[in-house]
């Protein structure tokens, strides 16, 4: 079966960390063009937090820039978001994508920031 699965996501206070999995599976991640991070604040459109392209480069949302990183483990077929200086305005349920020549998406985690 082909899919993603996140896993990772929880309650955190301001100031700390966590980091996200999306783990393949069925499939390569080098399969796609592009893996990427999305979250959904309620109330609020899905936004891009952060892109990792089948060849390494990577890009971010202004919003989380310098706090938090995108990386693989081609051994693991799985895609990371370290998030470092977590802020409440982080709350939001995460979800990972495999973007082109399909697109696939993951179930998504919640990530809860306490201030």
């Known amino acids: 079966q082909v899919r993603l699965v996140e896993s990772g996501g929880g309650l955190v206070q301001a100031g700390g960390s966590l980091r996200l999995s999306c783990a393949a599976s069925?499939?390569?991640?080098?399969?796609?063009?592009?893996m990427v991070w999305y979250r959904q604040a309620p109330g609020k459109q899905r936004e891009s937090v952060a892109v990792?392209?089948?060849?390494?480069?990577?890009n971010y949302a202004d919003t989380v820039k310098g706090r938090f990183t995108i990386s693989r483990d081609n051994a693991k077929n799985t895609m990371y978001l370290q998030m470092n200086s977590l802020k409440p305005e982080d709350t939001a349920m995460y979800s990972c994508?495999?973007?082109?020549?399909?697109?696939?998406w993951g179930q998504g985690t919640q990530v809860t920031v306490s201030s």
């Open positions: 069925g499939i390569s991640i080098f399969t796609f063009n592009a």
């Open positions: 990792i392209s089948r060849g390494g480069n990577t």
């Open positions: 994508k495999a973007e082109g020549p399909v697109n696939l």
